[in-house]
Nanobody, 121 residues
Framework: QVQLVESGGGLVQPGGSLRLSCAAS??????????MGWYRQAPGKARELVAH???????SYVDSVKGRFAISRDNADNTLYLQMNSLEPEDTANYYC?????????????WGQGTQVTVSS
């Protein structure tokens, strides 16, 4: 059974930092067909892809977090990270870990339960 468990969220002041972690079971991060990402959803907003990392380690980010966030993966530990620096109130959201596994007919998405990040002065 696939399980994704996020941790590391909390309340921080603007300019602060957090590191989110996503521990996976039932999925091998090192697989050539596995992509991972972090999404977030704020109240009244659609779920948004924040950062993405493919099986080769290539990363991409939504414009609003470029230069501030960094996504990484530890394949040996089956863990996905999101380092968030210079946090802004606009970053406040529930953050979700996503794993996308490709197969012969397309792909399947797996989601964690989310971890709340609140940035407030």
């Amino acid at each position: 059974q696939v399980q994704l468990v996020e941790s590391g969220g909390g309340l921080v002041q603007p300019g602060g930092s957090l590191r989110l972690s996503c521990a996976a079971s039932g999925i091998i991060f090192s697989s050539h067909d596995m992509d991972m990402g972090w999404y977030r959803q704020a109240p009244g907003k659609a779920r948004e892809l924040v950062a993405h990392i493919n099986s080769g380690g290539i990363t991409s980010y939504v414009d609003s977090v470029k230069g501030r966030f960094a996504i990484s993966r530890d394949n040996a530990d089956n863990t996905l990270y999101l380092q968030m620096n210079s946090l802004e109130p606009e970053d406040t959201a529930n953050y979700y870990c996503n794993a996308r596994r490709y197969d012969v007919v397309g792909y399947r998405d797996y989601w964690g339960q989310g971890t709340q990040v609140t940035v407030s002065s």
